[in-house]
């Protein structure tokens, strides 16, 4: 199967219980997950900073949620 999956976040509350979809992946042979969020800069401008800002943390709780799911793997 794949080694190295990228899982697309729109950091809503959906997007946070989607990643529990992914623990069957571990065990198709998936060892490496890369969350991503994307913006695009043309849509926002300036905003971009303040986007930001309230992104991260949002992001971090949802990479939070997947490195528990690995140590309850473990």
């Known amino acids: 199967m794949f080694s190295k999956i990228i899982v697309g976040s729109s950091l809503s509350e ?3 219980k989607t990643l529990c979809c992914l623990k069957g992946l571990r065990q198709a042979g998936a060892k490496e997950v890369i969350l991503a969020h994307a ?10 900073s303040q986007l930001r800002k309230l992104a991260e943390p949002l992001l971090e709780e949802q990479k939070q949620i997947l490195e528990q799911m690995v140590l309850m793997a473990n």
């Open 39 to 48: 913006m695009n800069i043309r849509d926002v401008g300036t905003l971009y």
């Open 14 to 16: 959906v997007s946070s």
